[in-house]
């Protein structure tokens, strides 16, 4: 997986030629983030995993970009450039949080490890 520079500047562009930028403040920008992931979770809703991804994984490929574009202007608008570095950070939390030997194989919460 990876997303280029040339993308992410795409994604960029679009909102800047557009002029919505001004409408990019953090708060409008995670509200539509949150709307967006739940409508992939409403691919899921009545059907068991294996059949949700059978029958919506055209759509679920959509709603992901969706959510992957609103985090993307999430991050600009906060000035967050080195994305890399914010994902990496975060796991290293994740990984003091669900060390190897405690978490293999487990789907519990850390607080229950």
Not at 15 to 27: A, I, T, V, Y
Not at 65 to 71: G, K
Request: hydrophobic share 40%; aromatic share 10%; net charge negative.
């Amino acid at each position: 997986m990876e997303i280029s520079k040339e993308t992410i500047d795409y994604v960029l562009a679009f909102s800047r030629d557009r002029d919505w930028e001004q409408f990019h403040n953090p708060k409008d920008l995670a509200l539509s983030l949150s709307l967006e992931a739940s409508e992939l979770l409403e691919l899921f809703q009545w059907l068991d995993s294996d059949e949700a991804v059978k029958q919506n994984r055209d759509k679920m490929r959509e709603e992901l970009a969706d959510v992957i574009v609103y985090a993307l202007d999430f991050a600009n608008a906060l000035g967050f450039e080195d994305l890399n570095s914010l994902i990496m950070d975060k796991m290293k939390k994740n990984e003091a949080k669900y060390p190897l030997e405690k978490a293999k194989g487990s789907n519990k919460k850390y607080t229950e490890l």
